[in-house]
């Protein structure tokens, strides 16, 4: 693949992303005191200078001179992002956070050792990752998933 190509790939994805966010602010209540900063100002900025930035990028590719780029272990990455998504799907689904974020890391450490050999050792680090995000996000921060 060209790196412009893929430069122009990405370009495109995060204008676009800006152009939703904006969209989104737009509808966010506006502030009750004349003057004041409504609740989405600072989201319609950062999609302005998003767009503003990619636009920039897209001239500055434009002069740039081509060459190939080869992405190792594409399969690999395939695989892990396929493997993420259904993490999303299955929490989305699930409804359970902590018990789809286990059965994630179980599934990705056997997928790159390649091995059922240490499984309780597998399950031991998934259960104290997600023991700790518990303790960060529901203890400390009060944050519920």
Request: charged fraction near 15%.
């Amino acid at each position: 693949m060209s790196a412009n190509r893929a430069t122009y790939v990405t370009l495109v994805i995060f204008a676009a992303l800006a152009v939703f966010f904006f969209i989104n602010a737009r509808a966010f209540p506006e502030a009750d005191t004349e003057g004041a900063i409504g609740s989405g100002y600072f989201r319609q900025l950062l999609s302005i200078l998003l767009i503003i930035f990619c636009a920039i990028s897209f001239f500055q590719t434009l002069k740039k001179e081509d060459k190939k780029i080869t992405i190792p272990h594409f399969k690999r990455i395939a695989i892990t992002l396929g493997i993420t998504f259904l993490y999303l799907l299955s929490w989305n689904f699930l409804g359970n956070f902590y018990l789809s974020t286990l059965v994630y890391i179980v599934v990705l450490i056997i997928y790159y050792k390649k091995s059922l050999r240490h499984l309780w050792l597998y399950l031991l680090i998934a259960a104290a990752f997600a023991l700790f995000i518990y303790a960060l996000f529901e203890r400390l921060l009060f944050i519920r998933f």
